[in-house]
């Protein structure tokens, strides 16, 4: 299965989302985005989204750094290039993080930035007079460029903080998000001719080539901007594959403008068509938001999207569907459709709600699966209107176990529902029982910004563009950290937010309680497409700062340190006595909540972002809440709350390891409140990995309390950081730390402030703030840690000011090892094909002065290498291009507890093409309750995994039919029950092999060869050892020849007798002699033995594998000579020279296989013989 197949089927077959709306982007910014070759930690080795911290001064027009000296030009976009300049390297950067400056404005402007091959987006807008400062994440070109563009003259610097790693990989049958692409506007003739199109014609348009999408895609996500010229009447198009009959779907517009999303596939020349209704005249604008790439035949099961068109319900024939009414609508198996069963997984539907009458209140719809409980949430709402109105909205609702949806009519107005599909997700591992999956978040990623004021009407939802602003990417960002500020109310009332398309809505403040805006702090999921839909209970200004956002990643599974947003999850009320005792929280007293295991939380989680809004009718007094860890001190945070009024506050809170939060409400003279809690989401454990965020709060630093001091003009003062709130030393790992730096300044004078590392040389030019005069400033700015653990922060002016230091968290990375191999020898992948060449990968890792890295390729040996600093340090080193499993493994060590570890597995080889052989074969007789065993032909390569199943079938009958036994599945021999069999008489067997094909649990089966045997009643089979008395060695054996290994080896014997396998140095690892390489005490004590010499001589036999796990003649060692002292090591596809020697222990003596002039000390039952090998079976016993 592809990576966007099992992210998919996380999402989707266990439950995370019950009704997604526009999910396909969704699935692409948790899936697509992080797809790579290459392991997650992959700094610079083609893993994308990883942090790395660096300081310089890029661009500085005043002084002609990194660009022309001289202002920009207004509303003209310079390019800069920003790779190979200030620290940052060559290749390898995605995006930096910077913080840009303007300098000498003298008119009100916005700055925006954006890839020098892509478009721009608002980094900041700037008053007039004053030098402002900002952080953001800017999106580079592929040769490393971007573009700034000033509304004004000015001049500017930019200062980079760090920069994000890149990566590459698309799934097969996966979406490719792109950057938004108008494709078709018929009012400038792109795509179509510039005139209107009429009722009842069709346009055809070509879809691959435009906008990013390639010859070859699948089916392209769109959104279609009806523009109804008549304006008064409704209509609808209908989108569709251009080799296609047109189907009775349809998406339906209103009059004046109307947004439409759909999914369209693609003919094979890459194009659609669009019909339109009769009876009125549009102009039509095509946005391309990504697209679906081919899925291959060998992951059709990986919930790969499959574009279908059907209708497949419509009431406005029968009967429409009562006021609060629900109906079940059968799926599986419907127009084509596979069963649930059969993989069927999830649907994707285009709901239209049509003839709605006036309705008391607003509308929606819900669609779930069926044989599970409704999720409480708003799935597609719609208006109500006049006869024949309609809203079309696009679904993706989970198919129930049962093949079938439920849509339940939330309105007070009966409504007629047309289901029109437009295709499906299917998975190879339905289970329902499958527990629930409560999140799908990454790492943190700082960026700071303000969003375009947005203007909300009472009861208004509307959707806000957060990805692609601001530093937050187009993709792979799953949830944004922002400060909502609500300005012009005209009543208190409440702000709510959605990810767009996900029918749960989550509280982000309470306003309108004081005079003047309202903010607050929240953490919100992002839609699919990139939006958050805000909803205001009365007329507001909406203003949205951003603090940064939290990646996705690709299965499904919250990432170590990860966020995971929660929508609309309240778990605390102590008005109704939801989660707490139906009690006001006194003055002093307080209230401890089990969040974990609750609200989707799970009960390993690290922290929660919650929303906690206090409640105070009636009082007379303000006062603050304190939220915390149960179990642990209070600390000195606070969360004010008015006189009277109901305010709420955002806060990030650790949990206690039983999952539980403490929350305070200290004052002595504070009034009783009431609290509720609604969680934003949850952090995953995190577990020190290379480049993750691990948040937390705090002060790190108050000039305004003492000891501290006010800081002067020109002065640097040096902050702590290491030790805080848990905040590792770097010796450990910490590499930069994300603050809130915050500047009072109550002088007439101006300034900036400058952070850097501390032991570091400062940079110059920098900046990390700027300060007008009489002001108070904030900036969320990242900054690399020195050795010592601290900052340095230089007040740069005449200003006296104040500096305020607050923690939100700081990134890790501790040097754990990356491993990188080329496509296709990317982790857990199998590659049936063997290169014709080794394959070449690397190792990175960077520490410090005394630690070391350690890494060892397939059985070879260790290789050290001393690490001089946090400069990483890459090692290149080669795998045998030999079929089989290749195992690296890396590990970094620094002397003290800290040890970091890192492998990399992939297998070379298709094992269904592996040659068999039996015993007993047609060569002689069997015993009537004979054992089958079943092993590779050692005469050429085998690729059979280790726990491949052999299901064992005898029949009298040389076709196999009516089998006399069947074993079950079995890893290694069958013995055929006693009394099934007659002596003298011919049975024919084979096996049937089953065994893994990749790493996802694809298993493919081949038949081997039919074998025959007679049934002989003389034939016994007996265990040789029954008997035997435990043994323990004194010494060497006086059989042993020349090459005795002697000297002090003494092999550890167990009752019954064992094997004991010497070989000589150097294929050991070890220095000189003989060494024991594999010890298994045995109960039978077999061994498969080929060779080509038989004489009485001379008698040699050659091992393949040193690494023995079994003995057993089914999984034991498999080898094969070809000369008196060669043996062919099929691992690695080459052959050796080495003497071995075998030793059996038992009561009675030691015997050995070795050099020897005598037959008389092992004696063997020759099973199969032919001209190039004999096997043969060892009996270990006394003699």
């Known amino acids: ?378 799935a597609t709402s719609f208006n109500s209107g006049p006869a024949g109105s309609a809203t079309t909205n696009l679904v993706t609702v989970e198919v129930g176990a049962d093949d079938a949806i439920v849509l339940h009519n939330v309105s007070t107005v009966a409504v007629d529902y047309i289901l029109d599909l437009e295709g499906w997700y299917s998975s190879s591992n339905p289970d329902p029982t499958s527990p629930e999956v409560t999140g799908s978040g990454g790492s943190f990623r700082s960026t700071t910004g303000r969003l375009p004021t947005v203007t909300l009407a009472a009861n208004v939802p509307k959707s806000v563009q957060i990805a692609g602003l601001v530093g937050i990417p187009t993709s792979g960002a799953g949830a944004v950290s922002l400060t909502a500020t609500v300005a012009s109310t005209s009543a208190q009332g409440t702000l709510n937010a959605q990810a767009t398309g996900d029918p749960a809505w989550s509280q982000v403040s309470v306003y309108g309680t004081v005079p003047g805006a309202t903010s607050n702090a929240a953490v919100l999921a992002i839609g699919g497409d990139g939006t958050i839909t805000f909803q205001a209970s009365s007329a507001v200004s909406l203003t949205l700062d951003v603090q940064g956002y939290y990646t996705t990643v690709q299965d499904g599974t919250p990432a170590p340190g990860g966020f995971s947003p929660v929508a609309g999850s309240r778990i605390v009320d102590t008005r109704s006595g939801l989660g707490v005792p139906l009690a006001k929280i006194a003055p002093g007293g307080s209230v401890t909540i089990q969040v974990g295991g609750k609200g989707g939380v799970p009960s390993n989680a690290q922290a929660v972002v919650a929303n906690f809004t206090v409640i105070n009718s009636g009082g007379t007094n303000g006062g603050y809440v304190t939220p915390y860890t149960a179990g642990t001190t209070r600390p000195a945070t606070s969360l004010n709350y008015t006189t009277g009024a109901t305010t709420a506050a955002g806060a990030q809170v650790s949990l206690s390891p039983d999952g539980r939060i403490t929350v305070a409400n200290p004052g002595a003279t504070s009034d009783s409140v009431d609290l509720v809690v609604d969680i934003e989401g949850y952090f995953a454990v995190a577990d020190g990995s290379s480049g993750q965020f691990t948040p937390a709060t705090g002060r790190i630093y108050d000039s305004r309390v003492a000891p501290n001091v006010t800081i002067g003009p020109d002065q640097t003062i040096t902050v702590p950081v290491s030790g805080f709130s848990d905040v590792p030393s770097t010796k450990h790992g910490l590499s930069a730390v994300v603050v809130a730096l915050t500047v009072i300044d109550s002088s007439s004078s101006s300034g900036y402030t400058r952070a850097w590392a501390s032991g570091a040389t400062e940079p110059n030019p920098f900046s990390s703030l700027n300060y007008p005069a009489n002001s108070v400033r904030t900036n969320t700015i990242t900054v690399p840690v020195g050795t010592d653990g601290a900052i340095k922060i230089h007040n740069i002016g005449s200003a006296t000011v104040d500096y305020v230091l607050d923690l939100q968290g700081w990134y890790s990375s501790p040097p754990k090892p990356v491993i990188s191999c080329p496509d296709p020898y990317s982790p857990r992948s199998w590659t049936k094909a063997i290169p014709v060449s080794p394959i070449s990968c690397t190792i990175t890792a960077s520490g410090t002065a005394d630690s070391t890295l350690t890494y060892t390729v397939d059985d070879g040996d260790d290789v050290v290498v001393s690490l001089s600093g946090v400069a990483p340090t890459s090692v290149a080193f080669s795998v045998d291009a030999v079929g089989g499993d290749h195992v690296i493994t890396a590990s970094y060590g620094d002397g003290t507890d800290l040890n970091l570890s890192a492998d990399y597995t992939f297998t070379l080889g298709d094992w269904t093409k592996d040659k068999f052989v039996g015993l007993p074969s047609d060569a002689g007789s069997a015993a009537l309750a004979p054992v089958l065993a079943v092993s590779p032909d050692a005469s050429g390569p085998s690729f059979l995994p280790e726990d491949a199943s052999r299901t064992y079938s005898v029949s009298a009958s040389p076709d196999m039919s009516n089998p006399i036994v069947v074993s079950d599945a079995l890893v290694d021999s069958f013995t055929v029950p006693d009394g099934l069999l007659t002596g003298g008489k011919t049975y024919y067997w084979r096996a049937l092999i089953a065994g893994a094909i990749d790493y996802d649990g694809h298993v493919a089966s081949v038949y081997t060869p039919t074998w025959s045997f007679t049934a002989d009643s003389a034939v016994t089979e007996s265990d040789p050892t029954a008997g035997l008395d435990s043994v323990v060695g004194t010494g060497p054996s006086p059989y042993m020849p020349e090459s005795d290994p002697g000297n002090g080896v003494q092999p550890l014997y167990a009752q019954y007798g064992q094997c004991t396998l010497y070989v000589p140095y150097p294929h050991l690892r070890k220095s000189g002699g003989y060494q024991t390489v594999g010890v298994k005490p045995l109960t039978y004590c077999p061994l498969l033995l080929m060779g080509t010499s038989v004489s009485n001589t001379t008698r040699m036999y050659w091992v393949r594998d040193f690494g023995i796990k079994s003995w057993d003649v089914q999984t034991g060692p498999k080898f094969v000579s070809y000369g008196a002292t060669t043996w062919y090591d099929t691992r690695r596809s080459r052959y050796e020279q080495t003497n071995v020697v075998i030793q059996c222990h038992g009561t009675g003596g030691t015997w050995w296989i070795g050099k020897t002039t005598s037959n008389d000390v092992e004696r063997a039952r020759r099973y199969y013989t032919s001209a190039s090998s004999i096997h043969r079976w060892l009996e270990c016993g006394a003699y």
């Open 1 to 378: 299965m592809h990576a966007l197949g099992e992210c998919f089927m996380h999402l989707v077959s266990r439950r995370l989302v019950r009704t997604l709306l526009l999910p396909f982007i969704l699935v692409a910014a948790l899936c697509v985005g992080l797809i790579q070759p290459a392991t997650a930690e992959a700094a610079a080795m083609g893993t994308a989204g990883l942090f790395v911290p660096v300081q310089g001064r890029l661009v500085s027009t005043l002084a002609g750094t990194g660009t022309t000296k001289a202002p920009l030009a207004a509303n003209t976009p310079r390019t800069i290039q920003a790779t190979g300049a200030a620290g940052l390297p060559s290749t390898g950067v995605a995006a930096i993080l910077v913080t840009f400056t303007v300098v000498d404005p003298t008119v009100t402007g916005q700055a925006s930035v954006g890839p020098a091959d892509g478009a721009l987006s608002g980094a900041m807008r700037y008053p007039a007079g004053e030098a402002t400062s900002n952080s953001a994440i800017v999106q580079l070109s592929a040769s490393g460029q971007f573009q700034i563009r000033t509304t004004t003259a000015t001049n500017a610097n930019i200062d980079v903080q760090g920069y994000y790693t890149s990566g590459s990989g698309t799934a097969a049958g996966g979406y490719v998000p792109l950057d938004f692409a108008r494709t078709v506007d018929t009012l400038a003739g792109v795509g179509l001719p510039k005139a209107t199109l009429a009722g009842s014609s069709t346009s055809t348009i070509q879809v691959t080539g435009t906008g990013g999408v390639p010859t070859g895609a699948a089916a392209v996500f769109v959104n279609f901007e009806v523009q109804n010229t008549d304006n008064t009447t409704a209509g609808n198009i209908t989108a569709y594959s251009a080799s296609a009959t047109r189907p009775t779907n349809t998406l339906n517009f209103g009059k004046g403008k109307t947004s439409l999303s759909t999914i369209v596939p693609l003919d094979a020349n890459g194009r659609i068509k669009v019909f339109v209704s009769a009876g009125v005249t549009i102009n039509l604008l095509m946005d391309v938001e990504g697209y679906f790439t081919k899925g291959s035949t060998a992951s059709s099961s990986g919930a790969i999207f499959t574009a279908k068109a059907a209708k497949i319900y419509d009431t406005r024939t029968t009967t429409p569907v009562p006021s609060y009414g629900s109906v079940t609508i059968p799926i599986g198996g419907l127009n084509g459709l596979p069963t649930v069963a059969q993989g069927l997984s999830a649907i994707t539907v285009n709901v239209t709600a049509s003839n709605v009458a006036d309705a008391t209140y607003g509308s929606w719809v819900r669609l779930y699966p069926s044989g599970e409980a409704e999720p409480q949430g708003v």
